[in-house]
Nanobody, 127 residues
Framework: QVRLMESGGGSVQAGGSLRLFCTASGNTVSLNCMGWFRQFPGKKREAVAIDYSRGGHPHYADAVSGRFTISQDISKNTVYLQMNSLKAEDTAMYYC????????????????????WGQGTQVTVSS
């Protein structure tokens, strides 16, 4: 079992930056993948950035590539999402997700591939 706790959301003007934090507790050693999703009103959650704990380049959604960076501090059981050059269309609820299972390829970008979720943190970007 894993518990995820996000923080770092807030309001910012377009062009600004925010850093999201996700701290995991519980059985974190066996986690295979951790990532960030976001959800727009009336839509399902979409993958923003996925970090593969067993190596490999992180995956980024096209809409955030070059602006967002995912990273992990294993010693602190924390995953970060650095968001730069924010746009109004980045406004959404952001969720941290984790799974013990594989998350490679397209299936790993679907919310159903993840077993554990944080409560979400709101990001609002004003233009």
């Amino acid at each position: 079992q894993v518990r995820l706790m996000e923080s770092g959301g807030g309001s910012v003007q377009a062009g600004g930056s925010l850093r999201l934090f996700c701290t995991a507790s519980g059985n974190t050693v066996s986690l295979n993948c951790m990532g960030w999703f976001r959800q727009f009103p009336g839509k399902k959650r979409e993958a923003v950035a996925i970090d593969y704990s067993r190596g490999g380049h992180p995956h980024y959604a096209d809409a955030v590539s070059g602006r967002f960076t995912i990273s992990q501090d294993i010693s602190k059981n924390t995953v970060y999402l650095q968001m730069n050059s924010l746009k109004a269309e980045d406004t959404a609820m952001y969720y941290c997700a984790a799974t013990y299972n594989g998350c490679a390829g397209s299936p790993g970008l679907e919310q159903d591939a993840y077993d554990y979720w944080g409560q979400g943190t709101q990001v609002t970007v004003s233009s």
